[in-house]
């Protein structure tokens, strides 16, 4: 008897010991998640105009106040500011039903966002991977899907000699040339019609402006006109090569953002969005970056093990 007593408090002991520490990891994980909100721009107290910022003490004490009066206010409160280690403080109040409802939430919005920053990710992956290896982000190819970019940044600042040297002799096929050109014409026309838009914006405001000036000024505005005129129907002005440079990293720059913000119509997305193999290329990275390494420290002790001998 008096064996499976001292079994029996062992094990209530245990359990103590568990529920102790439990509670502490809970207590850690409230501060943690009420410091982290004090951070954010939720809303803590009404307050009058001129009145003194909250500090972050006094925004810590609200929070705790109310997160221990009512933890589904809590959650009503500052649901979306709350992150997936946030959860753990409320497991011991789950089966309530508001409190499971904001949970749900919180843990939705959590996927959603995983979901967008792993398909980010793997869109990232693969240019670089196009960018180092493939033709897609080639001057040739991003020429095709935005000429008119392409010709504003970088085209009408290359010299005879340069736009000879830009040609592919190997694709000048028409089969191919005419494949390109009509793939891209959907999406020039739409950009035609854009500019024509705007351009006729432009002359109705230029037209509004001159009807209320008087005849002496819309002369000297005629005047202007005909003289910048004469200046766009001459060469372009020459840039220099720093400039022809950075004009063409702002092009790429642009090019390569709006591939990974899923723009690109005529990119097949699903070889990429759900593709995991693109989540693997960072760890395949810090393996072979390991084993370079472990190889680099084996010569090493190589050479001093050739040297004692």
Known sequence: MAGADSDD????????????????????????????????DAHFKHQQRGDPELT??????????????????????????????????????????????????????????????????????????????????????????????????????????????????SDL????????HLSQQEENQLYRNLRDMEEGQEEEEEESDSDEEDEGVEEGMRQDDCTQAENEGGDQPQISADEKRLLREEFLHIMQERFISGQDRQFDYSTVDGNTDYDSLKIREQDEEERYFDDDDTESMDAVTVGKG
Not at 56 to 69: F, H, P, V, W, Y
Not at 173 to 180: A, E, G, P, V
């Open 9 to 40: 408090n062992l094990e209530k002991e245990s359990v103590s010991m568990a529920a102790v520490s439990s509670e502490l990891q809970r207590i850690e994980v409230r501060e943690q998640m009420l410091e982290r909100l004090c951070q954010t």
């Open 173 to 180: 096929s028409f089969s191919n040339i005419l494949m390109k």
């Open 56 to 169: 972050l003490e006094e925004k810590s004490s609200i929070a705790s106040a109310i997160l221990e009066k009512n933890p589904v206010t809590f959650l009503s409160r500052y649901c979306k500011f709350l992150v997936g280690e946030d959860l753990e403080y409320f497991s011991p109040l789950k089966g309530n039903y508001e409190i499971d409802f904001y949970l749900t939430q919180i843990s939705d919005r959590l996927n959603s966002t995983k979901n967008k920053l792993t398909v980010k990710n793997r869109r990232f992956q693969a240019m670089k991977s196009m960018v180092e290896c493939g033709e897609y982000f080639s001057d040739a190819e991003m020429k095709w899907r935005d000429p008119y970019l392409y010709e504003q940044m970088i085209g009408q600042h290359l010299t005879e000699q340069e736009r000879q040297a830009e040609i592919d002799k």
